[in-house]
């Protein structure tokens, strides 16, 4: 686990960033866990280099080049089998399975996604998601009379909900696990999922055959993992304009669960920050804490305040991990190989909210940095 926790903390008081040291830190609450920035897990930094004009290069600038290229080259040699473990569960859900009964499957294998297959026609009918059943949930907000007609629905509906809402349809991008892991970080970009399935053609039948998902956080573990040059990084966050840093969408411990799942569908995101009245980061709510609350079938829980639901989060729950605009991206890369991180929210000194670095702005990072440009 990335931190240890206690229920005994008041949820509401900021938790201060992990840092090293010989005493062993207090226990933290569930649901309402503490900080690790990623410098802490690094040996002492030598002192930050001053940056020179573009050119000639700095020292720095050349490191950070030859490190980008290095992992572009590496993902385009790679495949996304290469990224599979040796074991692993796959779970596919039926288009006629009911809405309510794969939430159920959802909360019960610990997952948040998983692949549809349509058996009337043997293909691959796209990626259900927790956007999907948070779509559902904006239906039964808008339609709260319908609460019997939206627990008959099967996951062949929902692309009328979609239309119903004018949302954007269920995620149908995949790829085969052959082709480089360079394409499929590229096709997810390009469609802004955070997940691709791998679709492969059986041998002999020359029907679709899913295989199993990729996400972001596994395929940027895969490349901390294997590709040394991640420490040559050494560029912080505020030289690379990586991140969001304005019209940052937040709450509070008391702003109603809906309020904010209609910030998620409308600004398209998958949290948002919760801050006290200092503007300091105590807690995120994240699109997959819905899921939780809708188990069952039960949408009473929507009128929950985002404290209460947060505390229904489960022990496992990884954390919260912040950065500062000082952070390198080779810390960031060291947090990702260690522990399992699906975003970052930066602070300032005071652990007030500064910005939000997604896994998708480091992938584009990678990906995007000194393509079409000279060696």
Excluded at 11 to 18: D, G, L, N, V, Y
């Amino acid at each position: 686990m990335a931190e240890t926790q206690d229920t005994d903390r008041d949820p509401t008081k900021p938790a201060a960033a992990a840092v090293v040291t010989s005493t062993t830190s207090p226990p933290l609450p569930v649901g309402h866990e503490g900080f690790v920035q990623p410098s802490s897990y690094l040996r002492p930094r030598a002192p930050s280099r001053p940056m020179t004009p573009a050119h000639p290069l700095s020292a720095v600038d050349r490191d950070q080049r030859y490190g980008v290229k290095k992992i572009q080259d590496f993902l385009k040699v790679r495949t996304s089998y290469d990224v599979l473990p040796l074991s692993f569960r796959l779970i596919v859900f039926d288009t006629t399975l009911l809405v309510k009964k794969s939430l159920n499957i959802l909360n019960q294998n610990g997952i948040v996604s998983a692949p549809l297959w349509d058996s009337k026609t043997s293909t691959f009918a796209g990626l259900l998601t927790t956007s999907d059943y948070i779509n559902v949930i904006q239906y039964y907000w808008a339609n709260p009379d319908a609460l019997n007609q939206v627990e008959m629905f099967r996951l062949n509906s929902l692309r009328g909900i979609e239309k119903a809402l004018g949302v954007t349809p269920i995620e149908t991008v995949s790829i085969n696990p052959l082709k480089p892991l360079y394409e499929a970080c590229r096709r997810m970009l390009e469609s802004r999922a955070r997940r691709i399935p791998l679709v492969d053609v059986d041998d002999e039948t020359q029907r679709a055959m899913i295989v199993s998902i990729v996400t972001q956080y596994r395929i940027l573990k895969f490349v901390a993992v294997n590709v040394t040059e991640t420490r040559m990084l050494r560029k912080p966050l505020r030289d690379l304009n990586l991140g969001t840093y304005e019209n940052l969408e937040i709450a509070r411990m008391g702003t109603p669960v809906i309020e904010v799942i209609h910030k998620l569908v409308k600004h398209n995101i998958s949290s948002v920050p919760i801050l006290n009245s200092e503007g300091v980061v105590i807690n995120v709510f994240e699109a997959v804490d819905v899921i939780t609350l809708i188990k069952g079938g039960v949408y009473e829980d929507l009128n929950l305040k985002v404290g209460e639901a947060l505390q229904k989060r489960s022990e496992d729950f990884p954390g919260i991990y912040t950065c500062s605009i000082h952070d390198r991206l080779d810390t960031i890369f060291d947090t990702i190989r260690k522990s399992r991180v699906h975003r970052f929210v930066i602070i300032d000194g005071n652990s007030r909210l500064k910005g939000v670095l997604t896994l998708s702005d480091i992938l584009e990072y990678i990906l995007l940095e000194g393509q079409g440009e000279d060696a």
